[in-house]
């Protein structure tokens, strides 16, 4: 039996494939078995990976929220859209996690003339990062080669003019929500330009950076709809762990979301990042 990829390629159905989602979200072996033959007897010819993993979610939704967090990571990174705002200022706190200082929204001057509006800057003690934070509202799209070579001309073209002002090296760094094509990790690799996206590089790829330090957005949690989204940015809180210590009256006082929302909420946030 075929199913039809994001991308609207068709492939042979895979039940590992399935199993082995379920195991990298962290569930155990039993929920894992439960769960992938609940969804099998729904499967039908033709459907696409997309629906397959809303009915896997929704399984685990009912047998457990926290594995249906972590399964609905691709997804909550998805829901940071649709303009792509909300995913830069995501790059910016997920770096500064990292050790990174931040800052969204530059605009930085070429040798040009030219002014270029910069999604994320980010330094290190000797490294300036110009960062393009590539959003796309569909899986099936991966960022290309001209996304990369549009970088790297902005790069150079910044780095000209601040070559003399400067003593940090400058460096371009690409994230991107999906994946990239190939032509476009060759071409980044032969310019040294650092790119993050979904499972790229293997290990320093967007989940690995997410999981590493348990940066879920709080767009996994599966109470947290478009509005609770938008009123946490406003108080710069992109992580479900930064849900944990707020009490259903802040929840209320702060973003106008009501008690019983607030309580489900923070519940599955607790259950997700292991915190009490």
Same mark, same amino acid.
């Given at each position: ?10 492939? %042979? ?256 946030? %607790? ?6």
């Amino acid at each position: 039996m075929k199913v039809t990829k994001a991308s609207g390629e068709q492939e %042979i159905y895979n039940r590992q494939k399935l199993c082995n989602s379920l195991k990298a979200a962290g569930a155990p072996k039993d929920l894992v078995d439960r769960v992938c033959r609940m969804v099998e007897k729904e499967i039908t010819p033709g459907m696409t990976t997309q629906e397959i993993s809303e009915r896997t979610r929704a399984y685990l939704l009912k047998e457990s929220p926290m594995h249906a967090a972590r399964y609905s990571l691709r997804r909550g990174i998805m829901e940071l859209g649709p303009s792509g705002f909300l995913f830069e200022q995501y790059v910016a706190a997920l770096l500064k996690e990292y050790g990174y200082s931040t800052k969204t929204n530059q605009i930085m001057k070429g040798e040009s003339g030219v002014f270029h509006e910069i999604d994320v800057f980010a330094s290190t003690k000797d490294t300036h990062y110009i960062i393009e934070a590539k959003y796309h509202n569909s899986r099936g799209i991966k960022s290309d080669v001209t996304v990369v070579m549009y970088l790297y001309a902005r790069l150079l073209d910044i780095e000209e003019y601040k070559r003399e002002k400067e003593k940090e090296k400058h460096t371009a760094w690409l994230f991107t929500n999906t994946k990239f094509t190939r032509s476009a990790i060759q071409y980044g690799a032969y310019k040294n330009i650092r790119m993050t996206g979904w499972k790229y590089p293997k290990k320093e790829s967007l989940e690995k950076l997410i999981e590493g330090k348990s940066l879920y957005p709080v767009t996994v949690l599966p109470s947290v709809n478009r509005y609770a989204t938008e009123r946490f940015a406003e108080r710069k809180l992109y992580f479900a762990k930064d849900l944990v210590s707020l009490n259903p009256q802040q929840f209320k006082k702060l973003f106008g979301i009501n008690q019983k929302i607030a309580q489900n909420i923070r519940k599955e946030a %607790i259950l997700l990042c292991g915190q009490n």
